[in-house]
């Protein structure tokens, strides 16, 4: 078993079977590799100008792809993330258009966080987030032919923002072409369940990976396991909003708009750093779903990212 490096001087922005993968291994090979921030163009200095100047046609800047000798449609792709390290900086940032709240903000604002050991620092009223890294995209190249943009997740994997894929977790994905061509990449350092701002806490990374196959596997999508406990931040309690309807997505977006009213009142924020925030680390859930014709969708922020 080998452990190989990918530096981050190729990316790929996108899904692609016909491309030549950078790296062949063999199952129970480790890959290590150094990734860009999603939109592979910030650094720990950039604006809100940089931001609203980026070439998108250049998100995920994914690294990859890996081929997997022995590989074969039919098979799962089995991934254990074993490190992922950040480099002391990280950025969230919103725009309109985009994100839950797509038409409740009418400027975009861009945030650079400090990236301290275990620790993200906001910057705003003493905040501090643990450090729970994971890999937004995850992905094998996909069936069809031709080339396919990274931003919404699909059959192969891709954009899926998970954030229990973190330090310890192992997942599956369907190998979908001969040696699975693996990429992945839009680390984060932490996120709520729901990206609701369309951004987490963006960041490069260093991330390790080992790989080994289940032949003639029945699974058609991403799963996978994840290691308890479920956050570092469980353990002061939450506080939540909800709202209710016969629409999830209005439910999401209303319970959102409490949780930001919320923490203009009671943390002191401003409506866009609350918003920045939940992306960052508000989770999304779906409380009821059986009783029509209205549902429940709740807003949770843990409180221990509270220290004054």
Avoid at 27 to 33: A, S
Avoid at 65 to 81: R, T
Avoid at 160 to 172: E, P
Avoid at 236 to 249: K, R
């Amino acid at each position: 078993m080998t452990t190989h490096f990918l530096d981050d001087s190729i990316t790929q922005p996108f899904w692609d079977n016909s491309v030549e993968p950078r790296l062949v291994i063999e199952q129970g090979d480790t890959v290590v590799f150094e990734c860009l921030d999603a939109s592979g163009q910030y650094s720990a200095e950039s604006t809100v100008v940089d931001y609203m100047n980026a070439d998108r046609s250049k998100v995920h800047a994914l690294n990859g792809s890996v081929f997997i000798n022995g590989a074969e449609p039919g098979d799962a792709l089995q991934v254990e993330i074993l490190d992922m390290q950040h480099k002391g900086w990280g950025w969230t940032a919103f725009r309109p258009g985009f994100g839950l709240l797509a038409d409740d903000f009418s400027e975009p604002h861009f945030h650079i966080w400090e990236l301290t050991g275990d620790e993200c620092r906001f910057g705003v009223n003493d905040i501090v987030l643990p450090f729970e890294p994971m890999p937004g995209c995850v992905g094998v190249a996909p069936r069809e032919a031709g080339r396919l943009d990274t931003i919404p997740p699909r059959e192969n994997g891709g954009n899926v923002d998970i954030r229990d894929l973190t330090t310890g977790s192992t997942f599956w994905l369907p190998v979908l072409v001969e040696g699975a061509l693996f990429s992945t990449g839009d680390c984060h350092a932490n996120q709520g369940q729901g990206e609701i701002c369309g951004t987490g806490i963006e960041c490069p990374m260093t991330v390790a990976m080992r790989f080994s196959l289940v032949k003639n596997s029945p699974i058609k999508e991403l799963q996978y396991i994840r290691p308890s406990p479920m956050t570092k931040t469980d353990h002061s309690g939450h506080f939540g909003t909800t709202a209710h309807g016969p629409d999830l997505y209005v439910n999401a977006q209303n319970a959102t708009r409490q949780m930001i009213d919320w923490l203009v009142a009671e943390q002191g924020l401003t409506r866009e750093q609350a918003y920045l925030l939940c992306g960052a680390i508000v989770d999304l859930k779906i409380s009821e779903i059986v009783d029509v014709p209205n549902w429940i969708v709740s807003a949770q922020v843990p409180l221990s990212i509270f220290r004054n």
